[in-house]
């Protein structure tokens, strides 16, 4: 009898083990971090954490101040919904957050980790949103985690500081600092939640040591930053960028124009010193901020955050020495962004390129050619797309092959193209648009319930989100089921095309780049 009772008690044991197991399911899940417990919420096995502070309020006299530790708090902290996002103007439709409000007190981000123990060491995805440095969300469903989280990563997203916010330099701000710099809060911010990270992620099941930052436009321009940082050394351990980077989407400029056009705000302002300007309401700094350009407030050169420009640190080979995997979008912007309202014409195309590039004019058009009206606006149309976000990021990628020791870069080209709208009012675009690869790449197209998905466009999906987390598990895209990517090389550089036929090409426009790489 005695072996059918250990039995009986093994069974009960297992049976006992098992239930509490799938209750926990059931309950909401609580994480003992470095500043006190957390409860969130869980969704289909993935255990959500919205709201989580990695930083003090920037507020009152912490405006336009690095970001400070988050301070301890008591009991439970409830993390069952998404922080305020940061100040900001509404300038695209298409960016619909779930936020709580709006407020200077921003500074939060969110877990998806599908980790049921805190012993598993899963990578870590970490996703900053675009936006231009003046506007986006961690909020948004495109960047929802939860997809991910099933692939067996962790997935976050993170807030940080925009628009005057964020980027805002003075001479008085760099005095009182005490690191004799000013501007760049915004990717102060993003470091300091890798900091974050690295001290808490293991208790949500993640490895500090397996960190993979993400971003898209503007975001993709802070991977670029956090790469470029002194900063950031050691807080990632891999990156991927997508349409964009700061060698020329966003550039950062010298910390004394920079803190010029600070001071012309405060003039624009009324105010005299920085403790006016920190007494003044946030939404009043935003008018103030609708009469200037929105782009106004640049990254800086400050000598700290960046001790030389980004070129510099590639050329040099200091950025972080991690693998990178980028690209960007088949039509990135229109024909207007180099013809403006001007009809494309071989005449109109010309007169365009030699207003712009008054001394190179012949060598662009050699490359950009407009002979016919089809040619001037394709041409114009490719033209624009580089000068906003392939050029950057080819000369990104081009930079830490180089430069990046044997660390690998894959470069892709994304060209499938949005289908037409559920309502069928707007029709399929002609190519993939700036933005159109968020949903694919993050396994989201249901999130978005504008565009009549077909099963061709989750096949792509399928594809593309394997590759994100095959990368971020492994530093590699390969894997099981996606074609073969092989990293970039010199002698021969292939790219992957991912489209409805995912396939690698050999470098389909390098003769553009190099001609703009030689004139600007």
């Known amino acids: 009898m005695k072996p059918l009772i250990l039995l009986a008690i093994l069974l009960f044991m297992c049976t006992t083990h098992a239930n509490a197991q799938l209750s926990s399911d059931d309950e909401a899940p609580r994480v003992e971090t470095a500043n006190g417990t957390l409860e969130g919420t869980v969704r289909s096995g993935v255990r959500i954490f919205r709201g989580i502070p990695f930083a003090q309020p920037p507020v009152g006299d912490l405006r336009w101040k690095a970001p400070q530790p988050v301070k301890n708090w ?9 922080g305020p996002r940061c100040m900001q103007r509404q300038f695209f439709q298409d960016m619909i957050f779930f936020s709580d409000g709006m407020s200077e007190d921003c500074l939060y981000l969110n877990v998806w980790t599908p980790a049921r123990s805190a012993d598993e060491k899963l990578p870590v995805l970490v996703y900053f949103y675009g936006g231009g440095l003046f506007t986006g969300d961690g909020s948004e469903n495109r960047y929802n985690g939860e997809s991910m989280a099933r692939e067996g990563i962790i997935s976050m997203t993170v807030n940080y500081r925009l628009n005057i916010f964020g980027f805002f330099a003075h001479p008085e701000l760099t005095e009182e600092s005490g690191y004799n710099a000013s501007g760049n809060y ?3 911010d993003q470091t300091a939640a890798l900091e974050w990270v690295q001290k808490n992620i293991a208790a949500f099941g993640g490895d500090p040591d397996r960190v993979t930052i993400a971003g898209e436009s503007a975001g993709s321009v802070s991977v670029s930053a956090q790469m470029a940082s002194p900063l950031a050394k050691h807080l990632i351990a891999g990156a991927i960028g997508s349409s964009g980077s700061l060698m020329g989407t966003l550039r950062a400029g010298p910390l004394s124009e920079v803190e010029a056009k600070g001071t012309a705000f405060g003039e624009a302002q009324g105010a005299t010193s920085i403790a006016e300007l920190r007494a003044i309401p946030g939404d009043e700094l935003l008018e103030t901020t609708a009469r200037m350009s929105p782009v106004h407030f640049s990254p800086a050169i400050d000598g700290y955050y960046f001790p030389k420009t980004p070129e510099e640190i590639f050329a040099a080979g200091e950025q972080s020495q991690i693998p990178l995997l980028l690209g960007w979008n088949s039509l990135e912007s229109g024909h207007q962004g180099v013809l403006g309202s001007a009809e494309p014409t071989p005449d109109n195309y010309k007169a365009a390129i030699e207003r712009l590039y008054p001394e190179h004019a012949e060598n662009v058009m050699a490359v950009y050619p407009g002979s016919t009206d089809k040619e ?9 797309g580089d000068r906003f976000t392939g050029f950057s990021t080819w000369k990104w990628a081009d930079m830490h092959m180089e430069t990046g020791g044997d660390q690998p870069v894959y470069r892709y080209m994304y060209a499938r193209p949005r289908p037409a709208t559920s309502d069928g009012e707007t029709p399929a675009a002609e190519g993939a648009v700036h933005s159109a690869e968020i949903e694919y790449a993050m396994g989201n197209l249901p999130t978005n319930r504008v565009y009549d998905w077909q099963p061709e466009d989750y096949r792509v999906s399928r594809i593309f989100t394997s590759y994100y987390a095959n990368f971020v598990k492994t530093g590699d ?18 790219i992957m095309m991912i489209d409805a036929h995912t396939r690698v090409v050999p470098e389909p426009h390098a003769e553009r780049y190099k001609v703009l790489d030689e004139i600007r």
Do not use: I, T, Y
């Not at 008591?74 to 998404?82: H, I, L, Q, T």
């Not at 001037?376 to 624009?384: G, V």
């Not at 895209?477 to 292939?494: S, T």
């Open 477 to 494: 895209p390969n894997g099981p089921g996606v074609p073969e990517w092989p990293a970039l090389n010199h002698g021969e550089p292939r």
């Open 376 to 384: 001037a606006k394709s041409s114009a149309r490719d033209l624009a």
């Open 186 to 188: 915004g990717f102060m």
């Open 74 to 82: 008591e009991g439970v902290r409830m993390a069952d919904k998404f």
